[in-house]
């Protein structure tokens, strides 16, 4: 029997972003492409004795264990299964927090995954994406493992693509978060005297080559951020200057991301840029599924 469960936990970056009217429920719609990249939290699930969920966290500060959606996750799996155990999680957190890369939503659908699997895996995959569409619109689209989906609604529809060509990635991190609940209402702000914005059709082959990315590419939520934070803006002219094959900010910022031809340009790039608009990390785009859980048997 399973008592332990290590998985990679990746970001990702939203190629483009369309929020769409907020509805009667006060959430709004999206229409969106994830894409996976390699930068990852760890995520490791231990089987104990009682009841319950405990986490300890490492790395970056996500702020009250409580509050968190990992902590969250593990403990509807329990719920569903009758608390069988309890659940200890130790995370390794290495995505920024509050940067639009997802970090909170992916270590949450780690968290359904590995609580599962410590039960035996008797929750079905369709209650599995019930309950990560409860935890936020992003967790649907991490719990798939998919490395590239168009997906809408409130996130919870998924339509999974063929993952693009493997490219190298230079993210960049400004120091000022972006609280998402505040850029929703940025954006519902600067769209009171146009109306409600309805969906786009999307050419679906162009979804497979990144010149025809690059040249869709858009994020709804860059307008109301770069006016209210002049630093991310002047960040984004700088990484657009590189000549990446498509630059944009990811979620709901801060973190601003660049698409390049060769790992040699985005090596370039990270030098011209340095520390002066924020952190950078290089990164890849995943071609294929997120990696599975490595799992510990009990002696």
């Known amino acids: 029997m399973t008592n332990a469960v290590t998985l990679p936990a990746p970001a990702k970056i939203n190629?483009?972003?369309?929020?769409?009217?907020?509805?009667?429920?006060?959430?709004?719609?999206?229409?969106?492409?994830?894409?996976l990249v390699s930068l990852a939290d760890e995520l490791r699930a231990e089987r104990r004795s009682g009841r319950g969920v405990t986490i300890e966290v490492s790395g970056l500060d996500v702020g009250?264990?409580?509050?968190?959606?990992?902590?969250?996750?593990?403990?509807?799996?329990?719920?569903?299964?009758?608390?069988?155990?309890?659940?200890?999680?130790?995370?390794?957190?290495?995505i920024p927090v509050q940067a639009g890369l997802g970090g909170g939503s992916s270590d949450a659908a780690a968290a359904l995954h590995a609580a599962n699997r410590l039960a035996g895996d008797p929750v079905p995959r369709h209650e599995l994406l019930q309950f990560a569409a409860r935890l936020g619109s992003d967790v649907p689209f991490f719990l798939t493992g998919a490395p590239l989906a168009l997906a809408w609604g409130?996130?919870?529809?998924?339509?999974?693509?063929?993952?693009?060509?493997?490219?190298?990635v230079l993210l960049l991190t400004p120091s000022e978060p972006v609280?998402?609940?505040?850029?929703?209402?940025?954006?519902?702000?600067?769209?009171?005297?146009?109306?409600?914005?309805?969906?786009v059709a999307l050419d679906l082959d162009a979804l497979s080559r990144w010149g025809d990315i690059g040249r869709?590419?858009?994020?709804?939520?860059?307008?109301?951020?770069?006016?209210?934070?002049?630093?991310?803006?002047?960040?984004?002219?700088?990484?657009?200057?590189?000549?990446?094959?498509?630059?944009?900010?990811?979620?709901?910022?801060?973190?601003?991301?660049?698409?390049?031809?060769?790992?040699?340009?985005?090596?370039?790039?990270?030098?011209m840029l340095g520390r002066r608009h924020g952190a950078v990390t290089p990164a890849e785009t995943l071609a294929g599924p997120a990696p599975g859980p490595t799992a510990t048997a009990a002696g």
Request: net charge positive; with cysteine.
């Open 216 to 271: 869709m590419a858009g994020n709804d939520f860059e307008s109301p951020v770069f006016e209210r934070f002049p630093a991310i803006r002047q960040a984004y002219e700088a990484l657009a200057g590189t000549r990446p094959l498509t630059c944009r900010m990811s979620g709901s910022g801060s973190t601003l991301f660049a698409v390049y031809r060769s790992s040699r340009d985005r090596d370039d790039a990270g030098m």
């Open 179 to 199: 609280a998402t609940a505040q850029a929703y209402g940025w954006v519902d702000a600067s769209r009171r005297s146009a109306g409600k914005r309805g969906a």
């Open 154 to 168: 409130h996130g919870e529809r998924l339509l999974r693509l063929p993952p693009l060509p493997p490219a190298p």
């Open 64 to 94: 009250p264990p409580e509050q968190n959606l990992a902590l969250r996750a593990a403990t509807m799996v329990l719920e569903a299964t009758g608390h069988p155990f309890a659940v200890h999680l130790c995370l390794d957190k290495r």
């Open 15 to 35: 190629l483009f972003l369309r929020v769409l009217g907020r509805e009667t429920d006060g959430y709004h719609g999206i229409e969106t492409l994830y894409c």
